[in-house]
């Protein structure tokens, strides 16, 4: 085995400086379709194919054969969201109710170190997307304006991951088998505004809105597998455990359990085809649990007094989300690789939750993606990738809290709310791969 320089490790390290928790408009609820802009071209296909640095994010096991290389990435989205509503709302604002900042930056960086033929060890920081919204006081609802009456509103939930892997090869009777473990350090920052009119009905009215940014560290597990069924078929599968993350107790009073607010488990499986020695297609499935997270899952009905923020309390009431991907990948020439895909993901709200989930619309189904990959020197390469979500809807009742006369609150008849949301993002990445047999720290031929 080859004997590593402590010293590349502060080249590894820089790779996590690079990512922000930056909250992002993903694909599979608050997940992204992708990280690198490789995945991202890819409709977020290729849990079977890794190629980038950016590999463990996805598919820990997809490191070992690659190049030591590494990679810095930036994606801008640019989010569109909103409601708007019918008849007589009780709760919310009435009217078209347009969401503000939709620019975000979400930064990404890898780095990738064989050890030998069979095995490789590996660091990446990404940023899983996240919730945003920013609502005026334009919207006039009750005595502050807002859509709750409580003045200007929104979540702002972002999260930030940091990776290590490490990943082996085995030869066996049915084919190469490669398995690859990442353990993984989370780190989330949260922050609501415009519900102090719901004072009413928490459990701790004191730690339920506007208490600025609370910060929340946790962390689990990815690995995966990777299985080259032929020289032209490979099969992959990977799958991460909850990220347990330490409580958000300046929003006890509103988040479910106390404050809880742990990332969701996902497994993700896919298959990869070589069509062409230069062409390789990609489909892929996930499956995030969302329901097994409190926040997320619990019922968001019916809100009681002092009902928010206990462990049964009301949550987003999401149901588990499903997505299915298709890419294509043509590397054209030595120099030039063009990208494609698609990506379809379930939705996960219920129609009896709108009223709440006009803070998270988290509402993406269809979204088509483009990218390359142009070499300019041996060693050096651009990314980019473009994907677009189109315009998406989901129309429910809006749901009225206990109020006398409603023990239990009740759907309000005369009104219907419908959350929407439509984006486009924009990835660009830069890549460097050593030169077999330099160790040099430091990129010597860019």
């Known amino acids: 085995m080859k004997k590593i320089p402590s010293r590349r490790f502060a ?9 922000d928790a930056s909250s992002a408009i993903a694909a599979d609820g608050y997940f992204t379709i992708g990280y690198s802009a490789r995945q991202k071209a890819l409709g977020g296909a290729g849990v079977a194919d890794q190629a980038d640095a950016m590999a463990i994010s996805v598919n820990p096991a997809g490191i070992v054969g690659l190049e030591r290389q590494f990679q810095f990435g930036l994606t801008v989205i640019n989010g569109e969201r909103g409601y708007y509503t019918k008849g007589t709302p009780r709760v919310i604002a009435p009217g078209n109710v347009e969401s503000g900042r939709p620019w975000f930056p979400v930064p990404n960086g890898g780095y990738i170190q064989p050890i030998d033929e069979s095995s490789a060890w590996s660091v990446a920081s990404y940023a899983n997307g996240g919730i945003n919204t920013a609502y005026d006081w334009a919207h006039w609802h009750g005595p502050n304006g807002g859509p709750f009456g409580g003045g200007f509103a929104g979540i702002d939930l972002q999260q930030a991951f940091f990776s290590v892997s ?3 090869r085995f030869g066996t009777a049915i084919g190469p088998i490669t398995i690859g473990v990442a353990p993984t350090v989370a780190v989330q920052m949260f922050n609501l505004q415009g519900a102090k009119q719901f004072a009413f009905y928490s459990s701790n009215p004191w730690e339920l809105s506007d208490m600025a940014y609370d910060w929340s560290w946790g962390g689990g597990l990815r690995a995966g597998l990777t299985w080259g069924i032929t020289d032209k078929l490979r ?3 990977s799958g991460a455990t909850p990220m347990w993350m330490s409580r958000l107790d300046k929003y006890s ?7 809880r607010f742990d990332v969701p488990a996902n497994i993700q499986a896919g298959l990869a085809y070589d069509i ?3 062409l390789t297609v990609m489909a892929d499935w996930r ?3 969302y329901s097994m997270q409190p926040a997320l899952g619990n019922p968001s009905n019916p809100i009681t007094k002092g009902s928010m923020g206990t462990a049964s309390g009301p949550g987003f009431d999401w149901t588990d989300v499903d997505s299915a991907a ?3 990948e043509w590397r054209y020439s030595p120099m030039l690789t063009l990208r494609t895909g698609y990506h379809y993901s379930s939705n996960p709200l219920r129609a009896r939750s709108v009223t709440v989930n006009i803070l998270a619309p988290i509402i993406n189904r269809h979204h088509a993606s483009v990218g390359a990959n142009y070499a300019f020197t041996k060693n050096s390469s651009l990314d980019f990738a473009f994907v677009y979500a189109f315009k998406n809807s989901f129309t429910g009742q809006e749901w009225i809290p206990q109020q006398p006369g409603l023990p239990f609150g009740a759907p ?3 009104a219907t709310v419908t959350p929407w949301l439509q984006a486009w993002e924009m990835t660009f990445g830069y890549n460097y791969k050593w030169d077999t047999g330099d160790n040099s720290i430091i990129p010597t031929r860019f």
């Open 11 to 19: 080249l590894a390290a820089s790779a996590l400086l690079l990512a």
């Open 276 to 278: 062409l020695p230069n």
């Open 166 to 168: 490490y990943a082996r």
């Open 326 to 328: 298709v890419g294509a």
């Open 412 to 414: 309000n008849p005369s």
């Open 287 to 289: 499956h995030t649990f």
């Open 235 to 237: 099969f992959g599968v």
């Open 253 to 259: 009073g509103i988040i479910a359990d106390h404050g």
